[in-house]
């Protein structure tokens, strides 16, 4: 399988060079990508959006677009699903009776998979490590579970300080981190999970997974917080092969 599982963050011209490079990749030789835009309301905008945005090295056609969208799964050689708000995305999914196909299109058939943001995070067994806001009620937390590890996209290590606008100083913010809401997802699952720092990507090679673009931080129930390099290989229990 060839999946591309970002965490966003592209607003640099180099951290766009890379994603089209990693996008282009991930779909040679692929005629036709399915673009799911349900972690929108825009459906049509956000498919346009992102067709200009990838620079013309993909032919996106939004699933939306198409009457029977299980069946166009059997007429496309790739899978792209974007960012947004993960609730929104899970219950368009779901409500469309997607999840299923989508997984089969990917494992059975081995269609290449890229998920960005909101995308990565239903790549996983569960939607339950997004940051999203719940905006609207799911039928159920699960995924497409392509891959056996949960992803915490627009991870960052530590705390947070903000700039005070009055004065330029800088305040700092003491709520919690994002590894203590992964804590509180290990209080009632055991599943591994990757904090993606913003312009990191997962790629996968072979049977492991390739650490690309920023740092990652790893995150198992009741071990201490390991953060890893770009560069680095990762199995799918999310060890250091």
Same mark, same amino acid.
């Given at each position: ?11 640099? &011209?180099?951290?766009?060079?890379? !994603?089209?490079?990693?996008? +282009? ?8 990508? /399915?673009?799911?835009? !349900? ?6 905008? !956000? ?8 620079? @013309?090295?993909?032919?996106?056609? %939004?699933?939306? $677009?198409?009457? &029977?969208?299980? *069946? ?10 974007? @960012? ?12 469309? %009776? ?6 089969? /299109?990917?494992? *059975? ?7 960005? +943001?909101? %995308? /990565?995070?239903? /790549? ?15 039928? *159920? ?14 991870? !960052? ?18 709520? $919690?981190?994002? +590894? ?19 312009? +990191?990507?997962?790629? *996968?090679?072979?049977?492991?997974? $390739? ?31």
């Amino acid at each position: 399988m060839r999946i591309l599982l970002g965490s966003g963050g592209v607003g640099t &011209d180099e951290r766009r060079e890379t !994603y089209r490079s990693l996008m +282009s990749e991930n779909f040679s030789n692929c005629k036709k990508v /399915a673009f799911v835009p !349900y972690a929108s309301e825009d459906h049509d905008g !956000y498919t346009e959006r992102m067709r200009d945005f990838s620079g @013309g090295e993909i032919d996106l056609v %939004g699933i939306h $677009e198409f009457d &029977d969208q299980v *069946s166009a799964l059997g007429d496309v050689d790739g899978i792209y699903v974007g @960012g947004g708000n993960t609730w929104l995305l899970v219950r368009e999914m779901h409500e469309r %009776g997607l999840i299923g196909p989508l997984r089969d /299109a990917v494992i *059975s058939r081995g269609l290449p998979y890229a998920g960005v +943001s909101a %995308g /990565a995070n239903v /790549a996983c067994p569960t939607m339950q490590t997004t940051n999203d806001m719940p905006i609207t009620m799911v039928p *159920s937390f699960e995924t497409l579970g392509i891959v056996p590890f949960q992803i915490n996209p627009h991870y !960052y290590p530590g705390g947070i300080w903000f700039k005070e606008d009055e004065d330029g100083s800088f305040l700092k913010h003491y709520g $919690e981190t994002r +590894s203590r809401r992964v804590s509180e997802f290990h209080q009632t699952r055991d599943e591994p999970v990757i904090g993606l720092y913003e312009g +990191s990507y997962l790629r *996968s090679k072979g049977e492991h997974f $390739e650490l690309i673009g920023n740092k990652a931080t790893l995150m198992r129930r009741g071990e201490d917080l390991v953060t890893v390099n770009p560069g680095t290989l990762l199995t799918s229990s999310l060890t250091t092969a």
